[in-house]
Structures are given as C-alpha cells and as structure tokens.
C-alpha cells in the first residue's frame, strides 16, 4: 500500500489536471463520492454524525489488524468526494500514522477556494473527528 | 414605459465582475439586493464631508447631518405612505423591529393565557421573538397553515382568531417561496377582534407598492439592504398611539427628555425608540436608494420582474428532475427548486461554479421546509437589474447538472 505522502501526490496531481477549472473540478470531487463504499445502514445513527458539517456526515470505523478502515457517508454528494479523499488518505492505516498524518494536499489543490469555508470548516471537522477515532484506538492498543 | 436594464445594469458597479471566470449572475436578491453607485456615493459622501453626531450638536456640520438624516426619514413615511415621520423608527433591521415590538409591546400588553398569531411561512425573525415574550409571559403561540402550493389558509385563520388574540404577525412576501399573502384582509378581520397586525414586510417593500394606510398595518417591519439600500438598517413603523403608549426598548441617550437619578422622563416618538447613536451614515445613504427606486417607479420594477419570473418558471418547468417549492400564482420574482436526487448545497455550488449565485438551505424558515418535507432548496430571486438572457445561463446549468441524477 502506498504511504500517505504518496497518495496525497496522486490526488495533487489528478487536481492539477483539472486546473483553474471550478466546474470540472466539483463534478470530478463529485464523482469520487459514487465510489465510495456501502456504508453499513445499521450504524446510520445520530450517534455517528459529525458537528461541525452542515451538510449531514455520518463516520464510523472498524479495526483490522491494529489498522483503522473508515466508512462513511453524506447526504451532499460533493462532501461524500471529499470524505471518500480523506478515507482514501486515512483509512487502512495504524492510529498513529494517522495521527501523524500532514495533509498537505488539501492546501495544495486550494480546497479552500473550491469548497468555500462553510464546507472547508466541515472538512476540518471531518478530519479531527477521523484523528479523534485513531487516538482511542491508540489508546486501547496500548493498553 | 419599460425599464432600459442595461442603463440600470450601469448603475451596478458590483454587477461588472467575473467568478470563476464567468460573468457574475446575481441571483441572491432575496437575502440582500446590491446597492446603485448613489448609495455608495452617499455613504462615502457622508463621511468625507458630513460625518458629525446629530440631534445634538449646534454647529454647522451636525446640523447638515441632522438635515440628511430626517430626510431620509421624510422619504420612508413616503415611501409607505405613512401619516407622519414619528411613525417611522429606525432600526438595525428587520429582525430588531420585530424583536422591539415583541419586547415593548409584548412586555406591556400580552399577558398569561393570550394568544399570538404566526403563519408557517415565517422567517425565523418573526417566530423565535414571539415565542420568546410567550415564554415570559405564558401566553400561547398559534401558526396558521399553508397549502402545498405554499399558501396561507385564510379559513384556518379566521378559525385561529379570536377575543385571545392579541398579536398577529404575519409575512407579506414569503421569502421562501416568494408567496404574496393577503394581508389587507387578515388585517381587517384581526382587528375585528382587537388584535393587533405586524407586518414583516422584509421581501415586499421591494417588489410592491406599499401603503400602511390603505393597509392599516399596526407595524410594519422591513429592512433596507433588501431595497437596494446599506446593511445593518431597518424601518419600524407604527401607528403613533401604539408607539407612543409602548415603553421604551432600549434607555440611552437620544430616547431621553431628562434624566437625573430619581427619575428619567423619555424622548418622544420616534425618538424614544432610537436609543444611542444611530447609524447615521447609512440611513442617509438610504434615501438614495429610494430615490433610485422611486425613479424606476414600483410598477415598471414589478412589470419586469413579473417579466422575469415568467420566463424562468416556464423554461425550468421543462427541465427533467425539476421540483418546484411554492407554485402559488400571486408570487414575487422567487423560485425555489429543488433537483431531484440531488442535495440543494451541491446544486448551489455547482451553480457557483458558473459564477450564478442562488441561495441555498432552509432559508431560515426551518418550519416551512418541515411542511414540505424537505431539508432546504434552491431558491433564485430577481431583481430589477437581471435579465433575460441571464435567466437562460442559469436554465442551461440547471439543465446540465439536473441531467446528472435525471437522465
Ligand atoms: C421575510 C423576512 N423576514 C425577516 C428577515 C430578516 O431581515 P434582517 O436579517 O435584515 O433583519 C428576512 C431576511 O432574510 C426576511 O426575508
């Protein structure tokens, strides 16, 4: 599997591709979302929504061999694209790599300037809660 | 004699911008209009040569704009037809004149058991103000209903009313659905039971002729940045033996007649309702924005606009997936839409992105997309200055992006 810094290079440079282009590039964030894997219903609780988004994003997670697979999912198809980036950075990995984790590609495609900062706010709390999930797990691994 | 846009478009210095490398197309006008360069002018105007404290000063400066400032008063009792200007208060909007009469009023006159009277297309402006003083004084908050096109049940309000109802307050112009409700005749029944009849008039004044005689509104609410005017202002206006027998909302200085420690007698009307230093700057810079409007004239604006919203109901009625919220015939130029499969936010953003700014979300009117059954909508609301030929830009992308989930 590719390291972290890796696959952030990827996705900068599938972005550049699409340039200056807004346009393009909201149908492209929207089209990773339909790819995002099948969320379990059974966990589409109250429970697993993020505050902070504005739109509705339910994360929930599953550890596999010390590793932390994300799913989630959204009733925005254009934040359902970036979870399913964020999931693609994140997910199979140890807590700790994503604790450690420098996402620097969200920067560096401008996702500021794409999403505007109502969704760029519920990004970040996509992210803290996506960390918060890796620290427990930390926690109990070390336990 | 129709309205030249292009010649008004000029007076638009904000309108001449690309987003996203896409002329601008404006389409917000529902939350705030943009301002002509008089407004801006005057603004400016005021603060290069003017800007002096008023009402108080004996020197010639704030005398100028003490004189600037009653003007613009002078143009809003015209502008809706009121008696006199101790009618009119200023205000930081819509909003805090609907929270003054609620507090001033509802302090003095609504007591346990009585009844305040709102319909479910409320702006959450005139709900969460009402609820506030029945809270306080245990009185009981009723909502008149609407209809699935999105209109208000008068026979479910002459049920509602009654000898308990001591406040009706009412939207003229849904700012959801654009619904133009008729307030003359809930008017004229409420007060056949002595109630009272504020009138939010945030998304009307600008699109109709307004006369609070004629209507014989008790209040009428509005705000300036709606009718092409600065932000952060608002219009109270009362009838002057309601206002005069409320006590003051906020105490200061301005609202005072003298003060001493044992006792403060307070200003007249409407004087007693403008505590501190206003805001004085953009209430001259209104009347500017009146004049503009006075200078289309409100039946040349209402004619396009009529214009508009004909031209874009029927050309995005023909689009696949298209979901209108609020169909009455007695509308505004508002449509709110909904795409079907899709979210209203990426509609709007995916419109964003071709440099057509809509509005997106529940409005703030959460009870109304509740009635409907849905999280929010799309809603594009003209003004006197889109055109046409902007409409179909945004008929094209609608189109484009409903094909996506509607093939
Ligand atoms: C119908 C209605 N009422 C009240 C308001 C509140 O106006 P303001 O925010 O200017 O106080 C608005 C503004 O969106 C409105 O549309």
């Known amino acids: 599997m590719s390291s972290i810094q890796d696959i952030q290079n990827e996705i900068i440079e599938e972005f550049s591709i699409l340039g200056d282009d807004k346009e393009s590039t909201i149908y492209y964030i929207m089209e990773l979302g339909s790819q995002l894997p099948e969320f379990p219903e059974n966990e589409r609780i109250d429970e697993n929504i993020i505050k902070g988004c504005q739109s509705k994003v339910w994360l929930t997670t599953r550890e596999v061999d010390g590793k932390i697979l994300f799913f989630a999912d959204s009733n925005t198809d254009i934040t359902k694209g970036l979870i399913s980036l964020l999931i693609r950075v994140l997910s199979e990995r140890n807590p700790s790599e994503i604790l450690n984790a420098d996402l620097f590609f969200i920067n560096r495609i401008g996702m500021g300037n794409i999403i505007g900062s109502q969704r760029s706010n519920g990004l970040a709390a996509m992210i803290k809660q996506m960390k918060l999930y890796a620290l427990a797990y930390q926690a109990k691994q070390n336990a | ?407």
């Open chain 2, 1 to 407: 004699m129709s309205l030249n846009i292009e010649e008004i478009r000029a007076l638009f210095p904000i309108l001449h911008q690309e987003v996203h490398g896409n002329p601008l197309i404006y389409f917000d006008n529902a939350a705030t209009t943009q301002k002509p360069k008089s407004v801006l002018d005057a603004l400016c105007g005021y603060y290069e040569h003017d800007n002096s404290n008023i009402h108080r000063g004996a020197h010639t400066l704030a005398d100028r704009a003490t004189r600037y400032y009653e003007k613009t008063r002078e143009s809003v009792r015209d502008f809706i037809g009121a008696k006199e200007e101790a009618e009119i208060i200023f205000t930081k909007g819509t909003t805090e004149s609907i929270n003054l009469v609620a507090s001033s009023y509802g302090r003095k006159y609504i007591t346990k058991g009585d009844e305040i009277l709102i319909s479910t297309m409320e702006h959450h402006s005139n709900i969460v103000p009402w609820q506030m003083i029945c809270e306080e004084k245990e009185a009981i908050l009723k909502v008149i209903p609407i209809n699935d096109s999105g209109e208000l049940l008068y026979d479910e309000f002459e049920k509602l009313i009654s000898e308990r109802t001591k406040i009706v307050a009412i939207v003229h112009v849904s700012n959801a659905l654009g619904t133009i409700n008729p307030v003359k005749k809930i008017i004229k029944k409420a007060h056949q039971f002595g109630a009272k009849v504020l009138v939010d008039g945030a998304q009307s004044t600008s699109h109709l002729s307004i006369d609070v005689q004629d209507l014989d509104c008790d209040f009428l609410a509005f705000s300036a940045h709606k009718l092409y005017g600065p932000t952060g202002l608002g219009v109270l206006y009362g009838k002057r033996q309601l206002l005069e027998a409320m006590p003051p909302y906020q105490g200061g200085g301005e609202m005072i007649k003298e003060v001493s420690f044992a006792k403060t007698t307070f200003n007249e009307i409407p004087f007693k309702f403008e505590a501190g230093t206003p805001n004085i700057a953009d209430v001259i810079a209104f009347q500017k924005a009146l004049e503009f409007i006075n200078t289309m004239g409100k039946k040349e604006i209402r004619n396009h606009e009529a214009d508009l919203l004909y031209h874009a109901t029927s050309k995005l009625s023909e689009i696949k997936g298209f979901i209108p919220v609020g169909t009455t015939k007695e509308k505004v130029p508002v449509i709110s839409f909904n795409i079907k499969g899709m979210h209203p936010f990426d509609v709007g953003m995916m419109l964003d992105a071709k440099g057509i700014a809509v509005r997106t979300g529940h409005h703030c009117t959460q009870p109304l997309m509740e009635r409907f059954g849905i999280e929010g909508t799309v809603r594009a609301s003209f003004s006197v200055y889109n055109t046409k030929e902007e409409i179909d830009e945004m008929v094209t992308s609608v189109a484009k992006i409903a094909k996506i989930k509607n093939k």
